[in-house]
């Protein structure tokens, strides 16, 4: 005899809400309804996946459903998740979990009041080569880690409810927190809107953090003629790069680094410094998708009541980190950013991991 099917409805069935029904329609046991305001996307989800259930409102669905996957613009994020969660429903929030940290506090709440579990989508902490880059950093190969640089640059997809940073950046926070088990105290920003007159469409910020004390400087652009994903680490020993454009390396560790020399006063080509050159190694990582570890992560939870590797908790602070960037933005000076210091974030503990 089978399992009762869990009853999940992804609402907003856009650009990414498409790919959770995908994935979440080829797990067994997972019964999809999609819920989307727009009667064509609706069409289009029923033409793709003939034997999903379609809703045009969520209101209707809340008695019919276990759980849902809130893919719709981050704006909606908070009330279309308080609406699931008060009425029962255990609740995947794709990022950023909301577009204020008040908005994200009331659905941690939420969550514990109604008994149910809260989940934020930061894709990054379920995908294996991010879980390899963390290995690497945690094996001390690289030996003490100097700053990470990452990069989310591309001709991109220009957000109507946010800016850049809350789109992109989101990615890139959770990485480097993750990387280095810990959330950023203190964020810098320095950003531009070049097209419309709207939002920023390219920023980097700095990112600082108490106890590893190495700093993350974060790029991230809509208005970039290549698609570069790409996380630096730079350690004292080696360096590390994780390009997630890459077909077969996504990690490379270089072992080079550059050393103090003692400097020659007599000798006007001398460096300050000395070089070391080596091999550069890439460890193989088998490709999972991490939308299916992820939405699979999920329905676990769902099934199971325990608590998910990126909880509300998680969410909630990444947001502050993000709501710090406005901050930093707008005074020019960097911002604290009140977030926990060490996040509940269990990814990094590898329970997800085969
Ligand atoms: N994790 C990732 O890697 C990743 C990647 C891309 C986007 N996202 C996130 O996914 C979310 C959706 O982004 P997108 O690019 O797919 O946006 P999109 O604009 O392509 O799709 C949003 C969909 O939501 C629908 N919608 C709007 N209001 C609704 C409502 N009240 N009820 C039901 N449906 C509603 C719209 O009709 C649309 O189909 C955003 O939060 C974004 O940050 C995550």
Known sequence: ?????????????????????????????VEVTVIDRDE???REAMSNFPNVRIATDIADELEALDAVVVATPPALHASVSLQAMNAGLHTLVEKPLATSVEDAEALVTAAETNNVRLMVGHTFEYNPAVWKLK??????????????????????????????IWDLAPHDISIVSY????VPHRASVW??????????????????FQNSGAPAFV????????????VTVVGEKKMAIYNDVSDNERIRIYDVGVDPAQVDEGSSHDYPVSYRFGDIVSPYVQFREPLMLQDSHFIEC?????????????????????????????????????????SASGAGNGRVRP
Not at 7 to 19: D, L, N, P, T
Not at 179 to 182: A, F, I, T, V, Y
Not at 219 to 230: A, F, G, T
Request: aromatic share 6%; charged share 20%.
């Open 1 to 29: 005899m089978g399992r009762t099917p869990t009853r999940v409805g992804v609402v907003g069935y856009g650009y990414w809400g498409s790919k959770h029904v995908r994935v979440l329609n080829s797990l067994p046991d």
């Open 40 to 42: 064509q996307r609706l």
């Open 135 to 164: 290995e690497i950093i945690s094996s001390g190969e690289l030996g003490r880690i100097l700053y990470i640089d990452a990069a989310r640059l591309a001709l991109g997809r220009y957000q109507y409810d946010c800016n850049v």
């Open 179 to 182: 990387l280095l088990d810990e």
């Open 191 to 208: 950003a531009q809107h070049n097209i419309g007159n709207v939002h920023a469409d390219m920023a980097y910020l700095r990112l600082e």
């Open 219 to 230: 790029q991230v652009s809509w208005l970039h003629p290549e698609k570069i994903r790409r």
């Open 302 to 342: 769902v099934r199971t009541g325990k608590e998910p590797q990126t909880p509300g908790q998680r969410g909630l602070d990444i947001v502050k980190v993000l709501a710090a960037t406005d901050v930093a933005n707008s005074t020019g000076a960097p911002a604290e950013t009140g977030a926990s210091l060490v």
